[in-house]
């Protein structure tokens, strides 16, 4: 995590005093996603006022940036628990700043973790419609009950007034409670989506160890000790931010020995164009699915400190990390954890991807089923369904 800012917060008021709508969405992802829908949205309300707590692609898609979360995301148990302080003084200011400027509704997308609790807290206080007060709850891209700790579905329904979800097997996991649920499709398949990466059998191999600070330390090393036991193809690292750059640059300079310069055969380059690949190597994470969805063949590498893992395994109740993988109930992308994560095993996933042609094709066929298995349903966007729980 990068340094918190000085405590206590203080976020600005609404810049025309008043706000129809606050978005909150940690980590670079839940911006990605987040900007979507508000952009969808304002197209439809022109006129309707955001504030956001989330990063600069929520600013650029017309919300008015608070506070930046992007830049305050933490992975695992042990980075939760040094960042408590700050998570604590974040709670205690967007509470204060509802209760003083009373959106018409709260969005949370994602993050479960600070946005459940805020949810529950607003009630508490009597600010939401749920706890008596007059601000609705919304959230969009649930967390995942359906991989773990599902007893979070009775919680949400108690404090939330709707769901939108990405995944089309999602609403039946809440079929037990009274939260409305829909469907919406999911953002990376929607028309005019423009994906980050896309496959070209010449291209270069395709490197993703993360978004976050802790787990790109440990997943990176892996896969450029893979990529150089290979070493017939030059690679692209993609980075979502400048904290993530230096990272990679320290790891590169590391593993080069120590050299001022990294290897000339690897580029570092940010995301927002779009990258033409023959294989990767990447985490679990979102940009695992937007390769999965181009047809990119490759592997999945994962790498965590070995409390979280084991905290992990306790709660997690899947069968696959890559949530392409657990779509489509299968391996598109070979997974390979912790220590399993070596150099020789992903140098091995990369060759097969390169040089045999049946792994090509079956990652295309594989590419088409989870599109369809992802599309939107005929006029829903989350910026239809966000516009229509904000109507009257």
């Not at 978005?23 to 439809?44: I, K, P, T, Y």
């Not at 929520?58 to 042990?78: E, K, M, N």
């Amino acid at each position: 995590m990068t340094a918190a800012p000085s405590l206590p917060l203080r976020f600005a008021p609404p810049a025309d005093g008043r706000v129809d709508l606050l978005v909150v969405a940690g980590e670079h992802s839940g911006d990605e996603n987040a900007a979507r829908m508000v952009r969808d949205f304002l197209a439809r309300r022109p006129d309707a006022r955001v504030c956001a707590l989330g990063g600069p692609k929520l600013a650029a898609a017309g919300a008015q940036l608070l506070h930046d979360l992007t830049s305050s995301s933490v992975v695992g148990f042990l980075g939760v628990l040094k960042a408590l302080s700050f998570f604590r003084a974040l709670q205690a200011e967007t509470l204060r700043w509802i209760g003083a400027h009373a959106p018409r509704a709260v969005c949370f997308v994602d993050y479960s973790g600070f946005n459940l609790r805020l949810a529950a807290a607003l009630r508490e206080r009597g600010l939401s419609v749920k706890g008596g007060g007059k601000t609705r709850l919304l959230y969009y891209v649930s967390p995942q009950i359906w991989a773990s700790r599902r007893g979070r579905r009775f919680g949400m329904a108690r404090d939330l007034d709707a769901l939108a979800v990405i995944f089309p097997f999602e609403p039946a996991c809440y079929a037990d409670t009274a939260l409305p649920v829909e469907f919406v499709g999911h953002p990376f398949a929607a028309a005019g989506h423009a994906a980050p990466v896309a496959y070209d059998p010449a291209g270069p191999i395709l490197l993703l160890p993360g978004s976050r600070k802790q787990a790109v330390a440990r997943i990176f090393p892996a896969l450029l000790a893979a990529h150089r036991q290979l070493a017939e193809r030059p690679a692209v690292a993609i980075y979502p931010s400048e904290e993530i750059a230096g990272v990679l640059g320290t790891l590169l300079r590391q593993g080069s020995g120590g050299q001022s310069r990294p290897p000339g055969n690897i580029v570092l380059q940010p995301t927002g164009t779009t990258v033409a690949a023959a294989a990767v190597l990447t985490s679990s994470g979102t940009m695992s699915l937007q390769c999965a969805l181009a047809g990119i063949p490759g592997a999945i590498a994962y790498r965590i400190d070995p409390l979280t893992y084991a905290l992990g395994r306790w709660l997690v109740r899947v069968r696959y990390l890559g949530i392409a993988n657990l779509l489509l109930g299968e391996p598109m992308y070979p997974e390979y954890i912790q220590g399993a994560a070596t150099a020789a095993a992903l140098a091995t996933e990369l060759r097969d991807c390169l040089h045999d042609p049946a792994r090509r094709e079956h990652t295309a066929a594989q590419a088409a089923r989870l599109r369809a298995v992802l599309d939107q349903p005929a006029g829903r966007t989350a910026g239809a369904w966000l516009d229509q729980q904000l109507a009257g």
